[in-house]
């Protein structure tokens, strides 16, 4: 009896913890009307093109971010699990390592390595090391997600069938292999959104116009779009999550990426 | 004896070629960690050992001496203890709640949904729900005034506990997602067979419970202080990033800017700091964890 008291109230405790700050951020965004409560801050968000634009254009970050890991992972983890067991170590240390170099730090040895060269004087030059820092951030998630998915299927007699049937690598890359590991991939590309629509560090040190320097800036000038603001990526975070779960991967602890 | 040496060499040459045909498969993932992860970090530690004459030198090093770097590493590195000790314990016995402490089924699937969503949610939005919450002008700052409580000018969310409040909310959900599933690795056996010898509650928490759970809580609690350590957004957004008196992942970034004015070698060693410090949580945790893998099942 004692035990249960013990578990409703560390969990009355946890849930407070979490709900009170979503509870008063979304009762801030509705006051942009004195006196009144409305969706007046939202409806500025909305309407202000610069949300529009970084939105967009982190959109369009984090979809190349997700094909690019894709085409990097696929092919790697296959390959790993047919011909080099051995190296999977390796590889599995490389993927997790940005947990070791913090984002900050990241893009600050590539700020740096880079400096005076095209990767940093252009504008497409920035976008390829944004992108490229994000695939990084990503490895972490779509390896473990892809490698699983490889495991749940025969991968060595799939090959050796479509090998009997004359196709080649490419092939039996893609048209068996990718179709074969899409949901688990889908996992990891959920979290990879989840996390580059929201990023801060890297895009506001490269001085991109993503969303999240888009958030940052826009506290300094309004009061109430920024809670409007956190509700909206709030949501954006849960629906990719919720997706995530949806398909199926359940609750396997998902380390976070970079605050 | 001469056509078998001749087979023998002609197998190895084949051999030799399948191999390094196989590696090329693994190329392109190690050339994009090479150019975007491997190089720069490597040649970063390398200049941090250099001096702007490109000479070996400790001079770098040693400018990490200084009174402004060494209390921003001292207040990052009492932040991310605090916060992991806080979020730690605060998860862990959330974490117990809901698996083997006896809640409601769909209760526990819902915190671990959360935790999924809410281990995502920091930076930037975080800190403003945190301002809508805590702030001057926030909801439960208001409403304590109501009833005669006054926060400000004593507390203040850009503090030094300000800050530990919010980077909790993202250390919970952490703890809760990695130690749920060490919760239900716990076998029912071990505590019959505790219980079959007469152990209280007491006993088999003290000398079996916890024992066995002790390198996975602490291991966790080590990941938790590195998530902290290496946060940089939530940091920023709250105290403007300024860089005096502040967490050191904004006095890094504060040096991408600003090479021309400083020494850039300084920039190089506070990186080089900061990655020692992650190296060490990092490695603790996989041996943490390796000595808890023993035990339990998950």
Known sequence: ?????????????????????????????????????????YANVLNDIRFVESFWFSLQTALATIAISALVIVPTAYWVQLRLPRLRP?????????FV???????????????????????EGLWVLLVGSYVILSFPYMYRAVDTGLRSINIHDLTEAAQSLGAGWFTILARVIFPNVYVALLSGAFITFAIVMGEFTIAALLAQPAFGPYMNRLASSRVYEPSALAIISFALTWAAIAALQWIGQGSQARVAGPR | MAPLTRTETSRSVIERRAFSWTW??????FLFVAAF???????????????????????????????????????????????????????????????????????????????????????????????????????????LRSVGINLYPAFSLYSFWGLSIVYIYFQIPLMVLIMGPAFEGMRREWREAAESLGATSWHYWRYVGLPILLPSILGTMVLLFGNAFGAHATAFQLTGGGSQGNVVTILIGAQISSDALANPGLGN?????????????????TWLQRLSARWLRS
């Open chain 2, 37 to 143: 992860l491997i190089w720069p970090t490597l040649s970063i530690i390398a200049q941090s050992f250099l001096d702007q004459e490109r000479r070996l030198s400790l001079q770098n090093i040693l400018e990490l001496g200084r009174p402004f770097i060494v209390s921003s590493y001292v207040y990052s590195l009492q932040l991310s203890a605090v916060t992991a000790i806080g979020g730690g314990a605060l998860g862990g016995l959330l974490a117990y709640a809901i698996t083997i402490g006896g809640l409601p089924r769909p209760l526990r699937d819902a915190v671990l949904s959360f935790s999924g969503v809410a281990s995502n949610f920091a930076g930037v939005p975080l800190a403003f729900a945190f301002i809508a919450t805590l702030g001057q002008l926030g909801v439960v700052t208001q409403w």
């Open chain 1, 101 to 123: 170099v913090p984002a900050v730090v990241l893009v600050f040895s590539l700020a740096r390595t880079y400096s005076r060269t095209p990767l940093t004087d252009s504008r």
């Open chain 1, 1 to 41: 009896m004692l035990k249960r008291f013990w578990s409703w109230f560390w969990f009355i405790v946890g849930a407070t913890y979490f709900l009170v700050p979503l509870y008063a951020t979304f009762d801030f965004s509705l006051r942009a009307r004195r006196g009144d409560l409305s969706f007046a801050a």
């Open chain 2, 269 to 285: 060693a506070l990186a080089l700091g900061m990655i020692v410090i992650m190296g060490v949580c990092i490695g603790l945790y």
């Open chain 1, 90 to 98: 390796v590889v599995e240390f490389f993927t997790l390592l940005p």
């Open chain 2, 24 to 29: 090329l498969g693994v190329a392109p993932f």
